[in-house]
Each structure stands twice: as C-alpha cells, then as structure tokens.
C-alpha cells in the first residue's frame, strides 16, 4: 500500500504561480510511477503530468505544457507540481496517483493509489 497526500493548493490570480506536493507513505516509492490528474466542477478527472520512477522522463497535457513542470525526489518520497502562468480553466481539484507498473500512462484507471486531492482555485 501506498498512501499519497496532496497539499499547496488555494487561491490564486490568473498568471500567479502555486507549487503542489505529493508526499507518500507505505512501499518504496521509487518503484512507483506518479502522475497528476485534475478534475474540476461538472467534469470527468483528466491527465495533467506524470514522471517515471527514476525522475528521468516526464509527459505533459498539452494543455498545461510549457508551463507546469513535475519533479520527483525519491529520498523525501514527493512528487511536486510547479504550475506558472495560471489560467481560470486550471482550477480544479488535483489528484496525485501512483502506478505500480513501470510503463508511463495517461490513464486515470492505470493507476493503483490516490490521494485525497487539493483545491486550487483560479480568478480572472
């Protein structure tokens, strides 16, 4: 088992920056890929970022390419999310999930673990 908890979402203005934490629990969390997912109101969860075990590849949604960037540091068990230039079409509540499977997925329903999520809200 793997325990994930999301933190540092809030409030923001349109172009501010927030910085999002993953911080796992449990197994090694060096065997895990860890994706971001968001979802926000009146629609289905979507990709945002992931990055594989070691840190050395990372995808992106189009949407947000360019301007989030995901990290891991596998000694502290976290993944972070550094999200610059935010629009209102990023708020939404964002997920960290992990994959026990090596292979790097875009798929929300290939990923074994989840954590509560955190709310991050931006005005125009």
């Known amino acids: 088992q793997v325990q994930l908890v999301e933190s540092g979402g809030g409030l923001v203005h349109s172009g501010d920056s927030l910085r999002l934490a993953c911080a796992a629990s449990g197994r090694i969390f060096s065997n895990y890929v860890v994706g971001w997912f968001r979802q926000a109101p009146g629609k289905e969860r979507e990709f945002v970022a992931l990055i594989s075990r070691s840190g050395g590849s990372t995808f992106y949604a189009d949407s947000v390419k360019g301007r989030f960037t995901i990290s891991r540091d596998n000694a502290k068990n976290t993944v972070s999310l550094q999200m610059n230039s935010l629009k209102p079409e990023d708020t939404a509540v964002y997920y960290c999930?992990?994959?026990?499977?090596?292979?790097?997925?875009?798929?929300?329903?290939?990923?074994?673990?989840w954590g509560q999520g955190t709310q991050v809200t931006v005005s125009s």
């Open positions: 999930a992990a994959r026990r499977d090596i292979t790097l997925s875009t798929q929300q329903y290939g990923y074994n673990y």
